[in-house]
């Protein structure tokens, strides 16, 4: 331990001992870097063959949908999801598929399916119930990366399935299985395999508590398209959205239900998120959003009751908590609607979630009828974001979002200033009478208006 010396313990003179820093080491030199000939040389972009990176159809549409065509050879897809919402179900749907279009495809076949978390009789009965039994589907399990690709190298796989990056570890990698460091290596062996061999490969990655992928962010910057499997586990709806797409949008949302037989895709989901009434029921108003580009037609539901607590609850379900409480404050203090000493509950039909600001003038509409007792009317939508003024805001992908509303049967919509057919210079779709609202005032007017004229 460090301390004051007064007298030398050599010579015995005192004051002579005399502190000084060390003298710097020098610099050690860089060695010279040789320069080497690259193995392929640079070459001229335009002469790029791009059959290379031609996206090849797995055969469920909704996921092609989300990989924008379908899998690219050599490219690695991370799909992330909550436990139990069906990850393996849809990629054994995938490898069956897959399977299946090889006279189409021929060097698409075999799918190899690599299970870290399931024996093979647990995924073999699986795939009975499913019915993705196939002779060039191969399954192994193993949580040794050695073993993987030993499997890879036997089998000459078109389509790796990986369930799950977390549970494989390598031996010459210190740490245990699902570790920061053994996750960054087994991924980047994985991905070196499926760039030099053209492998299409699929990766199945655990979530944490939050809903964001487990382990290093290094993982998402390392894989060439990142998605995500959500869905309430009370209901059947599933959907796969593009978080990173590097051969496609990254804005695409797949829909799927889950049933008995496995998974299966849904071209035209809307009809989920729709009740049916024999006659119109306060509280009730139809919005249109969109997730991704595709555009969805969403009810809102409200009921408002007395209550004789302090304070009244509120509770929500489907939607974004902050902006039901903005349009709460919003209804009582610019249109007098009385809500302070009520309770109030909303929700979305379907177990479908909405949080962009396009439901918020059918939000407040709802809770408007829920609160006055009157219904609106069946053919009716409301499109628009409201603003603490009172105001009606204007929303992105308004001319979409009419063509999926008189598709499927609406006469009339409410919609911001500004976004009508007059402003954006698009026809209004054919049998669809859109009215412009300034603010929630005019829009609970002009849905009276309607209301009495549906009545006469």
């Not at 006279?103 to 190899?112: E, K, R, V």
């Not at 603010?439 to 007017?445: E, I």
Request: charged share 20%; aromatic share 2%.
């Amino acid at each position: 331990m460090p301390k004051w010396v007064g007298r030398c313990p050599d010579c015995g003179s005192w004051g002579s001992v005399v502190e000084a820093a060390p003298a710097a080491a020098a610099p050690a030199a860089m060695p010279a870097l040789a320069a080497r000939a690259p193995s392929v040389p640079a070459s001229p972009i335009g002469t790029v063959d791009l059959e290379e990176a031609a996206h090849r159809p797995t055969g469920v549409g909704e996921l092609d949908r989300v990989l924008g065509g379908g899998l690219v050879p050599g490219s690695v897809v991370l799909l992330a999801g909550e436990p139990g919402v069906g990850k393996s179900t849809l990629l054994l749907e995938v490898a069956y598929r897959w399977c299946a279009s090889a006279p189409a495809q021929p060097a698409a076949t075999p799918s190899l399916v690599v299970s870290g978390e399931e024996s093979a009789a647990q995924v073999r009965l699986r795939a009975e119930r499913t019915g993705a039994v196939h002779d060039s589907l191969f399954l192994a399990t193993e949580t040794d990366l050695a073993n993987v690709l030993g499997h890879i190298d036997t089998v000459k796989p078109g389509l790796l399935i990986l369930d799950s990056v977390q549970t494989i570890a390598s031996p010459e990698v210190d740490g245990s299985a699902g570790g920061v460091t053994q996750v960054r290596a087994v991924t980047a062996a994985l991905v070196a395999v499926a760039k030099e061999r053209g492998i299409a490969t699929v990766l199945v990655g655990h979530v944490t508590k939050d809903g964001a992928i487990a382990g290093p962010r290094v993982l998402e910057h390392l894989v060439d398209v990142v998605l995500h499997f959500e869905g309430d586990r009370h209901s059947t709806l599933r959907l796969v959205r593009a978080v990173k797409n590097r051969f496609g949008a990254a804005d695409e949302v797949g829909c799927f239900e889950m049933h008995d037989g496995g998974i299966r895709g849904l071209a035209d989901p809307s009809g989920l998120f729709l009740s049916r009434h024999a006659d119109p029921v306060p509280g009730t108003c139809v919005t249109v959003t969109v997730e991704g580009r595709r555009p969805l037609l969403t009810e809102v539901q409200a009921l408002v009751a007395p209550s004789v607590l302090p304070s009244p609850r509120r509770a929500v379900s489907g939607l974004d908590s902050a902006r039901v409480a903005m349009a709460l404050a919003v209804l009582e203090r610019r249109c007098k609607v009385r809500l302070h000493d009520r309770e109030v509950f909303a929700a979305t039909v379907g177990g479908v979630r909405v949080t962009e600001p396009s439901a918020d003038l059918a939000v407040s509409l709802a809770v408007a009828s829920a609160s006055r007792d009157f219904p609106l009317p069946a053919d009716l939508v409301a499109i628009g974001e409201v603003g603490l003024a009172g105001e009606v805001r204007p929303v992105s992908a308004v001319p979409r979002r009419l063509s999926e509303a008189a598709r499927l049967g609406f006469t009339r919509a409410l919609v911001p200033v500004g976004c009508g057919p007059a402003a954006t210079g698009v026809d209004a779709p054919a049998g669809l009478s859109v009215t412009e609202v300034p603010d929630l005032g005019a829009a609970l007017r002009a849905v009276a208006d309607a209301t009495r004229e549906s009545r006469d």
